[in-house]
């Protein structure tokens, strides 16, 4: 089946520090990938997302890009502030799935200033 | 334009009780989907709708039903709550089936079953 796996939270870091949120997948065919965010009492919303391989998605000085030979689309920012402070999750779908979401299990992030 | 608008926001339910979940959206979409998200999990898919009068199975869709009669409405429907039932409830839709669509989620229902 379809699984998405994501590095174990919480993450913590400070204000500027460089971030990356590993994210593999396993998938039977070609997936789409997508970063979804959560800030605090709040539905999901699309940060980036990335429909083929080798394809960069960005968004708010985030990146990730879609290696098929590593499945993989790992999260990264630069330079972080405190209002990044969110969960994270990753997730993918398939043509042939009806655009249902696996998501993975998320990551805090909490940055200090 | 509102989005996807959900309510509750919360509700506490007791053991063997029923309730719908309400959810719009404005967007035209003819996807609808229903999530729940259980404390320190990702999202798992309960049902989702290709289109009005058109419904299926998710990942976990036992204790649950949904209908969808018209593009805008995908209420959810919760009979016999059970604690295991106790999580929040997502409502999200996006446009066409590629498969690279965004999805559009709604604020969520908190729902503690007692």
């Known amino acids: 089946g379809n699984s998405v796996t994501q590095m174990e939270g919480p993450v913590t870091l400070s204000e500027e520090a460089f971030l990356t949120i590993n994210c593999t997948y396993t998938?039977?065919?070609?997936?789409?990938l997508f970063w979804y965010v959560q800030y605090p009492g709040e539905g999901l919303q699309l940060l980036l997302k990335a429909t083929k391989a080798d394809d960069k998605g960005s968004n708010k000085g985030f990146e990730a890009t879609y290696r098929k030979e590593t499945t993989s689309f790992h999260l990264e920012k630069g330079s972080v502030q405190v209002s990044d402070s969110a969960v994270y999750f990753c997730a993918l779908t398939l043509g042939t799935s009806g655009s249902r979401l696996t998501f993975g299990e998320g990551t805090q992030l909490t940055v200090n200033p | 334009n509102a989005g996807v608008t959900q309510t509750p926001k919360f509700r506490i339910l007791k053991i063997g009780q029923s309730m719908t979940l309400q959810c719009t959206q404005d967007m035209n979409h003819n996807y609808m989907y229903w999530y729940r998200q259980d404390p320190g999990m990702g999202l798992k898919l309960i049902y989702y709708s290709v289109g009005a009068g058109i419904t299926d199975k998710g990942e976990v869709p036992n204790g649950y039903n949904v209908s969808r009669s018209t593009t805008e409405d995908f209420p959810l429907r919760l009979e016999l709550a059970a604690p295991s039932q106790t999580s929040v409830y997502f409502c999200?839709?996006?446009?066409?089936?590629?498969?690279?669509?965004?999805?559009?989620f709604g604020p969520g229902t908190r729902l503690l079953v007692l």
């Open positions: 998938a039977t065919g070609y997936p789409s």
């Open positions: 999200a839709s996006s446009y066409g089936s590629g498969g690279g669509e965004t999805q559009y």
